[in-house]
């Protein structure tokens, strides 16, 4: 029962560094979402894939890219690491469509020096 | 625009009280309300998923009431457990199917 799974659950970059998070679903889901959670600002989306072959900008997108490698995964990447992506990542996956009840990977606690 | 909130922020009960949590929301014309349960420094967990046509969902100890029309969701936890501390959190989708969320509630269980 893996569900939805993030690699790496920590990770601390420098200002400018690269990186990228993997996120894989088992579940045969149809939508793929990347989320940001901050305290006091609750959880924010930054990219979604509704389906295979398509992605969409979320509510926070700005200095992310997003790869929907095939219906399992679903990468986030960050080409220039800064302060202000310190944050927990989340990736979670839904059927799609009107059902919508997310599943959530463990999450990714980035710091970013 | 559809619009999230949970109230209290935080909540601390002694052990063996029922509670409710709150969920309010804007806008009556959901699919669905999701309740999710999140320990400190772990990922978010389903609890109860209630359809917009369903009143309630039923899990072991916790009861998810919807009522559309006043715009609110309460989560009913019987008999609490310090096991059941954690933050809860409400989500609705709206209607390009993203999942609106609340700010959720800081529960604590005194033992």
């Known amino acids: 029962n893996a569900g939805v799974t993030q690699t790496p659950k920590f990770q601390v970059l420098k200002t400018g560094q690269s990186m990228t998070l993997q996120c894989a679903q088992d579940?045969?889901?149809?939508?793929m979402y990347w989320y940001r959670q901050d305290p006091g600002m609750g959880l924010r989306l930054i990219y979604y894939?509704?389906?295979?072959?398509?992605?969409d900008k979320g509510e926070v997108p700005n200095g992310y890219n997003v790869s929907r490698l095939n219906k399992r995964e679903f990468s986030l990447r960050l080409e220039s690491a800064a302060p202000s992506q310190t944050s927990v990542y989340f990736c979670?996956?839904?059927?799609?469509?009107?059902?919508?009840?997310?599943?959530f990977g463990q999450g990714t606690r980035l710091t970013v020096v | 625009k559809q619009e999230v909130t949970q109230i209290p922020a935080a909540l601390s009960v002694p052990e063996g009280e029922n509670l409710v949590l709150n969920c309010s929301f804007t806008?009556?014309?959901?699919?669905?309300l999701q309740w999710f349960r999140q320990d400190p420094g772990k990922g978010l967990t389903s609890l109860l998923l209630?359809?917009?046509s369903q009143r309630e969902q039923t899990s072991g100890r916790l009861n998810a009431s919807l009522d559309k029309s006043s715009g609110r969701s309460t989560l009913y936890i019987a008999a609490s457990q310090p096991g059941d501390s954690a933050t809860y959190l409400c989500?609705?989708?709206?209607?390009?199917?993203?999942?609106?969320w609340g700010a959720g509630t800081k529960l604590i269980i005194k033992p």
């Open positions: 979670a996956s839904s059927v799609g469509g009107l059902n919508t009840e997310a599943f």
């Open positions: 579940m045969n889901h149809n939508s």
């Open positions: 894939s509704a389906s295979e072959g398509t992605t």
């Open positions: 806008d009556s014309a959901i699919y669905n």
């Open positions: 209630i359809q917009s």
């Open positions: 989500a609705v989708p709206d209607s390009n199917y993203q999942l609106i």
